[in-house]
């Protein structure tokens, strides 16, 4: 006695192919448009045809490989055919609107009322510190949570985020949107991306604030749980800018337990008295040494993130919390360099586990109003 399997319908291929997602929108492919054609042979055969969104698309093989392993799920399928193809432009055109809606001009959707992503600016008064370190460990400890994260490279002049979060990919554009690269789970933006070699960027206060709203409005975001600013060292032209593109991000200062960086550390924080944003908390880098007896040397000091915290704590009227002190590990400046953040590599580590610990306190803290600067004056008698 014989059986013979029944081949799967075109409406079941396509259904199997609703898991199929985009890699870099992060949308199921039908959803987008992407999906040409669906053929069914009577032998068992799939064909499907693909639209990519452009020409040499980075990620086409990984399309290629999630498509084939959806519709190979299915019961008769005996091969399957993935024919790639590209968008015409009012393809693309109509892609753009249906991610960002019929807006002549991108917005910046981190700023809009309704908003949910919780928008962190990792601040430090001067250079040095170790800020984007902590930034690029938080990121993928929120990610390794499963919170959808977004970092932006915001330090212009000295971007190094993309080396420490290993993103090695090129952004892609569609249309006038800019596709940001993946790195360990984490979206990443930075103007090394767009740079040939080791070029220095030489600009001034207003092309810098031009790059940072184009890092917010043209790159599609998604839809994120925390978005991540690596803010250059002090008070200049990037910080007052995000406080105007971005008015309810929150300022996360990076200090040492040295004064004197504890001293330069509080005028970063302390730029939220001016433009009225929160003040998320401090966290303490290069606490210190631990020795080979257990020990601890404090080769910069002790107290520095604590007398900001209070500092902060008594300028805006509020606690400032102390989020956590991360000991000096030389492991965390070699996985920065091998682009695989501490947390990731050595999740045992000290340092790791401090870190892990900020990430939990800033994503689990409810949403409020204590610690936020409201743009009220008191009423005169």
């Not at 892609?172 to 103007?191: D, F, L, N, R, W």
């Not at 184009?214 to 007052?240: H, K, M, N, R, S």
Request: charge should be negative.
């Amino acid at each position: 006695m014989t059986t013979t399997q029944e081949t799967p319908s075109v409406e079941d291929v396509r259904t199997a192919l609703k898991d199929v997602q985009d890699p870099e929108i992060r949308k199921p492919i039908t959803e987008l448009g992407m999906v040409k054609d669906v053929t069914v042979g009577d032998d068992g055969a799939v064909t499907v045809a693909v639209y990519l969104t452009v020409a040499g698309c980075p990620l086409k093989e990984t399309i290629t490989r999630d498509t084939t392993a959806a519709v190979s799920k299915l019961p008769g399928v005996t091969d399957v055919r993935v024919e790639l193809d590209v968008m015409s432009d009012e393809q693309r055109t109509e892609l753009r609107k249906r991610l960002r809606g019929d807006s002549a001009e991108p917005v910046i959707p981190f700023a809009q009322p309704g908003s949910m992503t919780r928008v962190y600016c990792v601040a430090s008064g001067k250079g040095g510190v170790g800020k984007s370190s902590v930034t690029v460990n938080l990121a993928v400890a929120m990610a390794e949570r499963g919170l959808s994260v977004g970092v932006v490279d915001a330090d212009i002049y000295g971007h190094s985020v993309p080396r420490m979060l290993g993103a090695s990919e090129k952004p892609t554009k569609v249309e006038q949107m800019i596709m940001p690269p993946q790195a360990h789970g984490v979206k990443v933006i930075s103007i090394g991306m767009f740079t040939p070699g080791n070029t220095p960027v030489v600009w001034r206060g207003p092309m810098l604030h031009r790059a940072l709203q184009q890092f917010l409005a043209d790159v599609f975001w998604g839809d994120l749980d925390i978005l991540l600013l690596d803010l250059p060292p002090g008070t200049g032209d990037i910080a007052i800018s995000v406080a105007q593109l971005i008015p309810n991000a929150e300022i996360l200062v990076v200090t040492t337990p040295q004064q004197a960086a504890a001293e330069v550390a509080e005028r970063a924080g302390a730029i939220a008295l001016q433009t009225r944003q929160r003040i998320a908390g401090v966290i303490e880098n290069m606490s210190w040494l631990e020795t080979p007896d257990g020990s601890r040397m404090e080769i910069f000091g002790a107290g520095g993130g604590q007398t900001v915290a209070d500092s902060l704590s008594k300028s805006v009227g509020s606690e400032v919390p102390l989020l956590g002190q991360v000991p000096l590990d030389p492991r965390l400046r070699e996985q920065g360099d091998a682009g695989t953040p501490l947390v990731l590599a050595e999740p045992d580590a000290a340092a790791s586990k401090v870190l892990k610990g900020a990430a939990e306190k800033l994503t689990v803290r409810a949403r409020g109003l204590a610690g936020m600067m409201l743009n009220v004056s008191p009423a005169g008698r």
